[in-house]
């Protein structure tokens, strides 16, 4: 029975954030396009102001230049409503389909069979509903007469919800486009991201559902939750992060109250630093797995306090930099696992006295890669059979340069109190779609050290 036969027993509950994906292949007209309406001089000045986030259509196209320029994958939040009628008389879109993390992981671990899928989000409109893949074993959790119920999601949905609708542009290398006198090439794939972020959007449990949150933690194997970066600083009816973070806390204690199930917690950049340490310093503490990518460690890092190791991460991107990173955070946070991923490895880090050994770590960031692999060729998981296209794909041309310098930071930095394991990711050429790698890589990577556990009857 390979491992991930044995993940798929397993019942998982994700939660909070799903949307709607409005993607965009963009080609190198549009972006000459955009660059001849508004001109090069302007698009340049606002690049230099950096907005970090969207209140006017030029504020998306510096942001978009910057990272077509560096070829980076970035996020920025629109805050303007407005802007959604701009956008969709500039672009047609080329898929749209489901979105944010919690929905991303919850329709992949159903197409994978896994036991039982429950996923909740607090908004739940028709259309977001149709995004679920139809299986019969996903839920959404339903109080009917004072009983918790489950139901597909498609069954549950309400109308007058809100729909949070983010436009990702998938960019490719290579692409070229003149920025004035300058000819930009694009250096690396990637996606540029718009996600709204609205007063109406907003992350937590439904009153209603929270009572039960004790009985739905007893019934599975493992917790991810996600989507806090949508927590705004305040709102206009009073409330503020604060709260909704008071509220997170009770509900990652709800759920642990009947068993001390795991739970994982996605992190996703959050641009303001204050609430980005809020996030940090309420909720890490509660959880007992974390997943991050190398430029939101720096993030949490800069948070921490640790502004120097943050930079150098962010300037040179070193192994060892990210490793001793890590290591504060496991320590500061006192975390079970931390698992970061990055484009070219991805790498576990644990107390000594984890009860799995580095050979098992390293099984379970392998199923990983796997599964994200697949995902990046096919586009999409939508059986347990498509994990085998995964397999065919060869570790990154860096992979035996990751082990090296691994080996390297490991005689530089004291690991003796840790357990550190890195494997090379398997790294698609052209991929049909790089949305959802990350969440694909933390719910395999999650899930297979749950099986891992309960196959030591550690679970």
């Known amino acids: 029975m390979g491992l991930l036969d044995e993940a798929r027993e397993l019942s998982i509950y994700t939660a909070y954030n799903t ?48 990272a077509l320029k560096t070829g980076k994958p970035m996020e920025v939040p629109l805050i303007n409503e407005e802007l959604h009628m701009w956008f969709d008389s500039h672009f047609k879109y080329d898929v749209e389909r489901m979105g944010g993390q919690a929905g991303i992981i919850a329709n992949l671990l159903a197409n994978l069979n896994f036991r039982k899928v429950l996923v909740y989000t607090p908004h739940l409109a028709k259309k977001q509903a149709a995004m679920f893949v139809n299986k019969p074993n996903l839920f959404y959790p339903v109080i009917e007469d004072g009983r918790l119920i489950f139901k597909h999601p498609y069954e549950a949905y309400r109308d ?56 739905i933690g007893e019934s599975v194997d493992g917790v991810i939750l996600s989507g806090y970066q949508g927590i705004k600083p305040r709102y206009s009816d ?38 980005r340490k809020k996030v940090i310093y309420n909720l890490f503490p509660l959880v007992d797995s974390v997943g991050m990518d190398e430029s939101e460690i720096a993030h949490v890092l800069n948070a921490l306090g640790y502004s120097k190791l943050s930079d150098r991460i962010f300037t040179y991107n ?14 500061e946070m006192n975390l079970e696992v931390l698992q970061i991923h990055t484009i070219y490895y991805i790498v576990y880090i644990t107390h000594a006295d984890n009860p799995l050994s580095e050979e098992k770590l390293r099984q379970s960031l392998g199923l990983a890669t796997n599964l994200a692999a697949a995902r990046a060729s096919l ?13 065919s794909v060869p570790y990154n041309e860096r992979g035996e340069y990751v082990k090296l310098r ?52 550690e679970l």
């Open 19 to 66: 949307n709607v994906d409005a993607i965009v292949y963009l080609k190198e007209e549009t972006v000459q396009g955009l660059i001849n309406e508004f001109g090069a001089e302007t698009i340049q000045r606002r690049m230099e102001e950096y907005p970090r986030q969207i209140n006017e259509p030029l504020d998306f196209v510096a942001r978009l230049v910057h």
């Open 379 to 391: 586009g999409e998981i939508r059986s347990p059979e498509d994990f085998k296209v995964g397999l």
């Open 318 to 331: 070193r192994i060892e930099d990210t490793v001793l990173g890590g290591k504060i955070l496991i320590d």
């Open 406 to 457: 691994f080996e390297e930071a490991k005689r530089r930095l004291r690991t003796k109190e840790y357990r550190v394991v890195i494997i090379p990711t398997r790294l698609v050429k052209n991929p049909v779609s790089t949305v959802g790698l990350g969440d694909t890589i933390s719910a395999g990577a999650f899930t297979s050290y749950l099986a891992l556990l309960r196959r030591k009857g």
């Open 238 to 275: 009073g409330k503020d992060a604060n709260h909704y973070l008071r509220e997170a806390k009770k509900d990652i204690l709800l759920l642990k109250r009947e068993k001390d199930v795991k739970v994982h917690l996605e992190f996703a950049s959050i641009q303001n630093r204050e609430l």
């Open 160 to 215: 007058g919800d809100p729909v949070k609708v983010n436009r990702i542009f998938e960019f490719r290398a290579g692409m070229t486009f003149k920025l004035g006198s300058e000819t930009v090439t694009v250096p690396f794939s990637g996606r540029f991201i718009v996600s709204a972020r609205f007063e109406s959007i907003r992350i937590y449990t439904e009153p209603g559902l929270k009572p039960f949150l004790p009985e």
